[in-house]
Each structure stands twice: as structure tokens, then as C-alpha cells.
């Protein structure tokens, strides 16, 4: 439909701004209007219509009169109408109507995400009022034509604050034509409202990101990328409690070799990858000059990749089975950080370490391989009953030793006192 313009739409406009500066955008309003048509075909043009099926919304931008939260955060945005019919006078029928939409609020606190009413701003009432009206009289008001362009003053609104059923009009106003002046003076004002509404737009924004720069915690995290899975543990086939979105911020608990522990809400923990955040300076520096975890008990080593896979190798407890390895690189040429016995007490690290995260995952592995890769290194493994016999004390440490998989076994054996 052609624009066309219209005094008592802005009329509608500031009231509706009126009602939006006074707190009370939460009540769904009603908008009435009369046509000299029996029920019965009034209601049939509202099936027509499909009037009383919802819709989908593409944007909230437009329709919403205000809402509690940015826009941004909601999304899958529904509208429904609400349609009472009212006999008129002289065999007239009377539409109220008011929408109803509803829109999925993602909060960054999944506790407080769910479904939620926003109120309307009167447009999607308006716009289907006047295609009830263009299906009834059968033609469109041209946007050029006399009762479009001249300037009326706008029909009273039917007050339904009664008796239900009942439908009272108020004083109507006299139809004479208003001064070309005074629609100039109507649309000055919906242009200094419309300003008035970006500059406090523009001041709400400034004192959010003060805010923000004031208080905000040193040991939150940032998620790079939407669609970041959340663990329950700290292994990649653990469940997943939820996909978290970019720019989201959590808690920083603790650092497990290339997981993050964080505080989800409340009592909730969780787990992400350190690739996948985010960590403020500080606490990046703090990791790094003294990071938790194997680390920093065993400078002379550094963990370059974990995978889960068949045992390479041809020992029988473990041969074609499926186990977790360590790719191990060296760190340093001193014998002291890196000499058989500091690796004997590295591998029975990273055994527990493999044990622990396997029985996370399923299958669970059914041994833990750790590989040195460098020119003297080795490879040492044991099956996960034995670690598991170990860590209960019901298997000592010699015996252990004598039942793993050392190769060479120089590279393990402690120097001769």
C-alpha cells in the first residue's frame, strides 16, 4: 500500500509514546474500530485474513514498544491477535483487537533464558485494521486522494473499560478540516520525538559501556566464537551442557592442561577449551609464569598433543587396544629436569591424568601411553588396572614398574646410587 499520510496515526503515534513514557508498555492496548457490516461477514473476512492464526516475525525492531532488554537478545519473535467481536449500532459489528507477541530471550545466565511477552507498539493492530477494511469496502484509501491528504481529526477511541459486551464511544469531535499549519506542527513533533528517542538511545549506550569499564571483574573470560560447547567435564566426548555464545563471559575457576573450569551460575561448574576464550592479560600472565597442573612441577617437559587411540605397539596387555596417548616434547637440556628419574615420576603423572579424563569418556581406554619425542626419548605405558591398583595403594611401585611397558628401558631406569 502506498504511503499515505495520515493525522490521526500521529496522533496514535504520541499517545502510544505517552503511555510508553509513563511504565505501563507492559499492558497489551486494544485498538477498535467500526464497520457497518453484520458479524457474519465481518468474521468471515477475518479467517480470510487468517486473523486468528499467529505469524512469525522477522525483526522485533518496529513493532515492539519497548522491552526490558536490548532487542538483540531475543530472537524466533510470534505475534497473535486477540479478536472480540461486538455488536454496533444499527447492525454494525465492532473489531477490537490487540496483538500479542512473544519472543525467546537468550540470557547469558541460562537460568533466566526462556520465553517473554512484549508489549506492542500499535503498528501490527493498525496495519491489519486497514487491510480488514480494504477486505471489506473491497479498495485501498489512495494515498493521494482527498480523505488521505486532507487533514481530519482522528475518530475516538471505543472504551471497553465497561460491562464486556458493552461498547461506549466518546464525544465525537467535530469532522472539519484543521489548518495546513497544524499538520506541519504534528509532523515537527514526531520528528523532535523520534531525535529525542535516539539521543537517549545513544546516552543509555554511553553509561552501559561505563559501566561495563568500571566493573568488570579481572578474572572473567570471553568466548570467542557463538556455538562453543560447554563440558560438564574436562574431556572432549563429556557431555555437553550447553553452547555458549561469542562474547559471553565466565568465571575463571582453575586451568587442567588445555581445559578452563568456570562458574556457570551459581553452584554450576563447567569446562572449555583454553583455545576457545578469551583470558584477560593478567590472568594469561599468571598461567604462564605459573600455571597449575603438570607444568609447573615438571618445567622440562610440555605436553604437545593428546589423542585416544590403538596402542602402537606390539606389547600384549595393550596390543591392538584402544588407549590415551601424550605426545611429550622436551623443554630443556638440563639432566635435572629432564633425567630418568624425573621421566619415570612425569609418566606416573600423566597415567593418573590419562586415567582420570578416560573413565570420562567412552569407550573408556584401556591403558595410557606417554611418548617422548626426541632424539633420547622413549615410550612408557602401563594398562588402566594397573594405574588403578597403584593410585589405591593395592600395587606398589617396583611391581608396577615391572609390569609396564618401558622402551628403552635405560631411558627410565634411575641412575645407579
Known sequence: MPFAFRPDRILLFFFCLAVFARGTHAQAIPYAKSFALPRPQVEQALKDLQAYSGQKLPVLDGFVARADNPLDRYERGFYQFSIELVPGDAGSTIVRLSAKITAW???????????????????????????????????????????????????????????????????????????????????????????????????????????????????????????????????????????????????????????????????????????????????????????????????????????????????????????????????????????????????????EKGLREGNATSPEPEGVVVIFDAADGGIAAATSANIQKLSSGALNGDAFWQQAYLDPPDAFAPAPK
Not at 545466565?109 to 501490527?124: F, H, I, T
Not at 587442567?256 to 578469551?278: C, F, T
Open 105 to 351: 530471550y537468550a540470557d547469558r545466565d541460562v537460568a533466566k533464558s526462556g520465553y517473554q511477552v512484549l508489549p506492542s507498539n500499535g503498528r501490527l493492530e493498525l496495519d491489519f485494521l486497514d487491510r480488514l477494511e480494504e477486505k471489506l469496502t473491497g479498495k485501498a484509501i489512495p494515498a493521494n486522494s482527498p480523505a488521505s491528504t486532507a487533514p481530519q481529526a482522528p475518530q475516538p477511541k471505543l472504551d471497553f473499560s465497561g460491562a464486556r459486551g458493552a461498547a461506549t464511544m466518546a464525544a465525537p469531535l467535530p469532522q472539519t478540516a484543521q489548518p495546513p499549519d497544524e499538520v506541519a506542527a504534528l509532523r515537527n513533533q514526531r520528528i523532535a520525538g523520534e531525535k529525542r528517542v535516539q539521543q537517549l538511545t545513544a546516552e543509555l549506550q554511553n553509561l552501559q559501556e561505563i559501566k561495563r569499564g568500571q566493573a568488570h571483574p579481572a578474572n572473567l573470560l570471553v568466548v570467542k566464537k557463538s556455538g562453543t560447547p560447554v563440558y560438564a567435564k574436562n574431556a572432549e566426548n563429556a557431555h555437553v551442557l550447553f553452547e555458549a555464545a561469542a562474547n559471553d563471559e565466565f568465571e575463571f575457576l582453575d586451568a587442567e592442561g588445555e581445559w578452563i573450569h568456570v562458574s556457570i551460575s551459581g553452584d554450576s561448574r563447567g569446562y572449555l577449551r583454553k583455545s576457545a576464550v578469551e583470558l584477560p592479560e593478567s590472568l594469561a600472565a599468571r598461567l604462564r609464569t605459573s600455571g597449575p597442573g603438570l607444568e609447573t612441577k615438571f618445567t622440562g617437559f610440555r605436553v604437545e598433543r593428546e589423542e585416544a587411540g590403538n596402542f602402537p605397539g606390539v606389547w600384549e596387555p595393550l596390543k591392538g587396544k584402544r588407549v590415551k596417548i601424550f605426545t611429550v616434547q622436551l623443554v630443556s637440556q638440563n639432566p635435572k629436569e629432564t633425567g630418568p628419574t624425573v621421566r619415570r615420576n612425569y609418566c606416573l603423572a600423566l597415567f
